[in-house]
């Protein structure tokens, strides 16, 4: 196989480990994580699996990513922490699910208190 074809086969496992995270695949996604995959992978916005998952609902994939070691405050590109994203979303149980692994409610920009403030959330 020549460099070229082995950096696209990587960039589609790349692609399809994010896709993993969105739809909450947590079998197959942590599978990944265990045979080697970086546990903070990121997408080109800076979005970790664990963000991904968090802001689409998944909170088993979110435990799974974070008991391997994933930062539950890692900041996309845009400054957001996972911890937002999912109270912007409503998600209560991932919301929950990340304060239990100690995600700081004070980390990025805005703040996942300040946008529990905004829409009359709690954390």
Request: aromatic letters at 4%.
């Amino acid at each position: 196989m020549n460099e070229d074809a082995s950096h696209d086969d990587l960039a589609v496992l790349a692609h399809q480990l994010l896709d993993l995270a969105r739809l909450g695949h947590a079998q197959r996604l942590l599978a990944y994580v265990d045979a080697g995959v970086p546990v903070d992978l990121t997408d080109a916005q800076g979005n970790t699996l664990l963000m991904l998952a968090a802001y689409h609902g998944h909170a088993a994939v979110v435990r799974g990513l974070a008991e391997r070691g994933a930062d539950v405050d890692a900041l996309n590109d845009r400054g957001q922490s996972p911890l937002a994203g999912a109270v912007f979303k409503d998600e209560q149980a991932v919301v929950e699910a990340l304060v239990a692994l100690g995600a700081d409610p004070d980390a990025g920009a805005p703040t996942a208190r300040e946008t529990a403030q905004m829409f009359g959330r709690t954390l």
